[in-house]
């Protein structure tokens, strides 16, 4: 029983370094998905300790595979697609856009009383949480960091253009600026907790 638990740890082990490899992250990258330390993901790949089933699940996922690629030797790990998380993001932005295209060409055919422009300023927000969800998923702390900055001020923006009649709305700047300072802060928070 114990040589079989020995042989399953160090099977995991080598299959989680391999596909992590594979897809080029480091301990710290594959800790970061799943909101675990880099010093787990080390005992994971150094056969100390296994992950859990749900985690297993998770690691399966991130990288394509099953559970069953993990705990057995059933195929060598698959070569990173490098663009297609890329093309995927791109996709999910280019549609948010496309929305607002239909949008603003329906209310322009209809002559509503509505500037119609607006669509596409406010696909701008929009199109920046798309980003925070996939950078959240796939890429680091900088390319969320990007988004939320995006998000904070194509909201301000967004307000300011939508109730120009309002007296001193380009005070909201301060607001965004403030946010932005705070977004900052939980970003850095968030890089220094992880080492």
């Known amino acids: 029983m114990k040589v079989e638990e020995t ?13 992590r490899k594979a897809h080029h992250d480091t301990q710290a990258d594959l800790a970061e998905k799943l909101n675990y330390s880099d010093k787990s993901v080390s005992k994971w790949e150094r056969g100390e300790s296994l992950p859990d089933v749900f985690i297993l699940a998770q690691i399966a996922d991130l990288y394509g595979v099953t559970v069953s690629n993990l705990i057995g ?16 993001y791109l996709l999910s932005v280019a549609i948010v856009f ?3 295209t239909i949008l603003f060409t329906a209310f322009t055919i209809a002559e509503v009383l ?17 980003s925070i969800v996939f950078t959240s998923l796939w890429w680091g702390i900088w390319q969320q960091a990007a988004s939320i900055t995006v998000l904070i001020w194509s909201l301000g923006a967004c307000l300011l253009l939508s109730f120009p009649q309002v007296g001193n709305l380009s005070q909201i ?6 946010v932005q300072v705070l977004a900052v802060l939980w ?3 968030r890089m220094f907790r992880k080492k």
């Open 73 to 88: 030797e059933v195929e060598a790990p698959k070569k990173a697609k490098p663009y297609y998380h890329l093309f995927i």
């Open 7 to 19: 042989t399953m740890r160090r099977t995991i082990a080598k299959n989680i370094t391999a596909y």
């Open 173 to 178: 700047f301060i607001v965004c600026a403030a």
């Open 114 to 130: 509505f500037p119609a422009w607006m669509f596409f300023v406010y696909a701008v927000p929009v199109a920046s949480i798309v």
């Open 98 to 100: 496309v929305v607002a």
């Open 187 to 189: 970003e850095l928070f």
